[in-house]
């Protein structure tokens, strides 16, 4: 189990995955506060919906200077004040979506800073928000900017999977450990929480599984491949088929859902010795 389980979650609800303990769903995001009393601890930065922490521009500057102890305080940082994310595959997506409410759909602020993508309406927004945090979004008026749509669990399941057809991962947000934010569907390079995993190995954490290929059923045609956005899986050449690296691997699942041949499966990351407390 990884460090949320052991701290968060409970064996009565998912084998003690800690994103399946309802309990991780129902912070009061609701504080009286006197004129001019500003947002305490974990909760700085939450007035505009940002998160506080490390931005990934200061991660780089550690990066480029070689200052691995500055590197260290960040990641610390990130770890301490719940920062940071998950990754899930579609269907512990779907019993996820299950517990928690409200749920919208919302623009996405990364493809905004990335990509000048502006999304504005519910055929083009990327990016979900869970939990009574949404009964208040209007008072951060920049992060929605165009507004937000509220879904209920059925359409958020099929949206969800909607994103996974399309190729995004599925990852969740923390606003400060471990209560959940937000449900991010992110590719490389646009998204700021795969980029931090990929690029600083720190700020995402890895899923509970992970991906293997059935040689026998494997036909290599590619399509997983183009899915990965990890860096984990390539076509190998001498075999002609899909060829996983375990210790890439984030255990997304989108070659799971995309394999016409149902070649590629996810098994437990405990079952794995060699990477069973792999999770950056």
Not at 2 to 8: D, L, R, T, V
Not at 50 to 74: H, V, Y
Not at 197 to 214: E, I, M, N, P, R
Request: aromatic fraction near 10%; charged fraction near 25%.
């Amino acid at each position: 189990m990884c460090w949320m389980c052991e701290q968060f979650g409970d064996p009565e609800y998912g084998d003690g995955l800690w994103y399946l303990n309802p309990k991780n769903y129902a912070r009061n995001m609701y504080k009286l506060r006197a004129p001019g009393e500003g947002f305490k601890g974990a909760d700085v930065g939450l007035e505009t919906g940002a998160r506080s922490g490390p931005s990934q521009s200061d991660l780089l500057a550690a990066i480029e200077n070689n200052d691995k102890a500055e590197f260290e305080r960040m990641r610390n940082i990130m770890q301490e004040t719940g920062q940071g994310s998950m990754v899930v595959p579609r269907d512990d997506a779907d019993k996820i979506l299950a517990l928690c409410s409200p749920i919208a759909l919302m623009s996405c602020i990364c493809r905004k800073g990335i990509r000048a993508i502006d999304e504005r309406n519910e055929q083009e927004y990327t990016c979900m928000g869970m939990g009574v945090g949404m009964l208040k979004w209007e008072r951060w008026p920049e992060r929605y900017k165009g507004g937000v749509k509220f879904v209920n669990t059925e359409e958020a399941i099929e949206w969800n999977h909607e994103m996974d057809d399309r190729g995004f991962c599925h990852i969740l947000m923390l606003f400060g450990a471990p209560f959940i934010g937000g449900f991010c569907q992110c590719d490389y390079p646009d998204c700021g929480a795969l980029r931090n995993g990929v690029d600083f190995g720190l700020g995402v954490l890895k899923s509970h599984y992970l991906a293997q290929v059935d040689y026998e059923k494997c036909n290599g045609c590619g399509i997983c491949a183009q899915r990965c956005q990890w860096g984990a899986l390539k076509f190998e050449t001498t075999t002609g088929k899909a060829n996983i690296d375990q210790f890439k691997c984030f255990g997304c699942g989108l070659c799971h859902t995309a394999c016409p041949r149902g070649a590629i499966s996810l098994v437990g990351r405990s079952t794995v010795p060699a990477v069973a407390e792999v999770w950056l």
